[in-house]
């Protein structure tokens, strides 16, 4: 995609936009609520306008001192991850749908045969933790760039394998979405490996999002399908993610 087209698309997602789950994080009375309330827009703001494309810090293999750290779910147990699982990831393809003029399915392989990124971030949760981690993955935007996303779109819809929520109406699978400038974020990765192994069960195979400079919340993990859209208003309750829709903030920068 020519960086013209790419600009557009991100201006517009900029103009017309507005961890995981967490243990405990959907409680009505949850003491992190107001804090995103009071804090969103100001960090909207200072990312977008003062911070634009600049990266989130980056670390040494000396700096990691722990494993990353899994939170909320670890291992679905849908009868369609079970059979990936089980195969060993091998018939996984990852879905590329919505407003984009090449619908894709992707295997790993074909993911790991894209130009891939390596990074050591730190992981940041709303519950209070931290730790550091070494990534290697697709940058999204590459994947994007393949899909051939058309000028409507404007954010990036992760749909994933994992339960988030059961009840007599039926299971809600867990949902995320991102703007198309932090989707073109050259630290936007689609995670296939953590600390020099393939990643864990219990931290998302075989595919997660990396926002790094956002919360953990908002990374995404068993992703199964991308869409890209031009509304958030038309998944879930409509404020864009599973935790949106339950009081938190949808842009959970830092």
């Known amino acids: ?14 103009a017309l936009s507005g961890c995981e789950i ?7 009375d949850s003491l992190f609520r107001p804090v995103f309330g009071a804090s969103e827009g100001l960090t909207h703001l200072a990312q977008r306008g003062l911070i634009g ?10 700096d990691i001192r722990q494993g990353q750290r899994p939170n909320g779910s670890t291992n679905p147990e849908t009868a ?11 018939d996984y393809r990852l879905r590329v749908t919505g407003l984009v003029d090449r619908p894709l399915s992707l295997s790993l392989a074909d993911l ?35 899909a051939m996303p058309r000028l409507a779109a404007r954010y990036a819809v992760f749909h994933c394998f994992d339960v988030a929520e059961r009840s007599l109406s039926g299971e809600v699978a867990y949902y995320e979405s991102i703007d198309l400038m932090d989707a073109w974020h050259p630290q936007t990765l689609l995670a296939w490996e953590m600390n020099n192994k393939a990643l864990p069960i219990a931290n998302g195979a075989p595919l997660r999002l990396r926002l790094e400079r956002q919360l953990g919340y908002k990374m995404a993990k068993y992703i199964h399908s991308i869409e890209l859209t031009d509304t958030l208003g038309l998944l879930g309750q409509g404020q864009g993610s599973y935790w949106a829709d339950r009081g938190y903030q949808w842009y959970a920068g830092i």
């Open 53 to 62: 494309d600049a990266l989130a810090p980056e670390y040494t293999e000396a």
């Open 22 to 28: 967490l243990d405990g994080a959907g409680k009505p």
């Open 80 to 90: 369609e991850y079970l059979a990936l699982r089980d195969g060993g990831f091998r």
């Open 1 to 14: 995609m020519n960086d013209r087209r790419k600009f557009l698309l991100g201006a517009t997602a900029f």
């Open 112 to 146: 790991r045969q894209m130009p891939d990124r390596t990074q050591i971030t730190r992981h940041d949760c709303v519950e209070g933790w931290s730790c550091i981690a070494k990534w290697r993955g697709t940058p999204l935007g590459l994947v994007l760039e393949q």
